[in-house]
């Protein structure tokens, strides 16, 4: 366990393993940290640090990292953030393997530095297809938590971070016509609910040019295919 500081945010991080590194981003919206891998059905930090250098990180105000906040904040605070970790770290390439959340912020790094990722694994990735309340409420009760840490954010304040980080659409850092110039490998296993609908899944799927989507992987026998699935997509575009 250790912390960084970037400029005056406080990002805690973890590092298990060894090998080729892999950067972790969490599921939990808003509250996205590394410990929260322990409770999904397929967990990165027990399934990959036997073979690689897996890197975890708390997203700024959640879990043990903090940060200030201002109504100019979005995805790309975010994406700074974990660039700035594997800087800190030297980690000049590495895949990455996110969940929930960790969609959008995959698609956001990929964009800002596609050279620094050897592939990417989006498991149930966030995205709008007529839930953008549910966004909102998610983000709204995230504020609820840590409103009171931060007394110069006003109201307007606060829906301005939110619009910046939900208003858009697709998987929110990327149109469709931008996630087909990606060209980084991309496995993504599909949501199914609200906050992670299929729709976004196929979509990301369907347009980047070297994405594979796998539709059943959470339960039974679907569970222990896409560990090996994982494991062979990696080992394959470890470079």
């Not at 945010?9 to 090998?19: F, K, L, P, R």
């Not at 659409?169 to 990606?182: C, D, I």
Request: net charge negative; with cysteine.
């Amino acid at each position: 366990m250790a912390n960084f500081d970037n400029v005056s945010a406080s990002i805690h991080y973890d590092v298990e393993g060894d090998g080729f590194p892999v950067l972790l981003i969490a599921p939990g919206g808003m509250r996205s940290a590394n410990e929260l891998w322990n409770g999904m059905p397929w967990n990165p930090r027990t399934a990959l640090a036997g073979d690689y250098r897996v890197i975890g990180m708390d997203q700024r105000n959640a879990g043990r990292s903090t940060g200030p906040v201002s109504a100019d904040d979005g995805w790309a605070t975010y994406t700074g953030d974990q660039l700035a970790l594997l800087d800190h770290l030297g980690v000049e390439r590495c895949h990455v393997v996110g969940m929930c959340i960790g969609g959008p912020y995959i698609m956001g790094l990929l964009a800002a530095a596609p050279e620094r990722f050897a592939a990417a694994v989006v498991l149930q990735p966030v995205g709008i297809d007529g839930n953008r309340q549910a966004m909102y409420d998610m983000f709204d009760q995230w504020v609820e938590t840590i409103g009171e840490a931060h007394p110069e954010m006003t109201r307007a304040d606060w829906d301005s971070f939110r619009s910046n980080m939900w208003d858009a659409e697709f998987v929110l850092t990327a149109t469709p016509e931008q996630a087909a110039a990606v060209t980084t490998p991309i496995l993504v296993a599909m949501g199914n609910d609200l906050y992670h609908p299929q729709s976004t899944s196929r979509r990301l799927a369907e347009v980047a040019p070297n994405a594979t989507l796998i539709e059943q992987w959470k339960e039974g026998e679907a569970l222990t295919a896409i560990d090996s699935t994982i494991k062979g997509f990696l080992a394959e575009q470890t470079l």
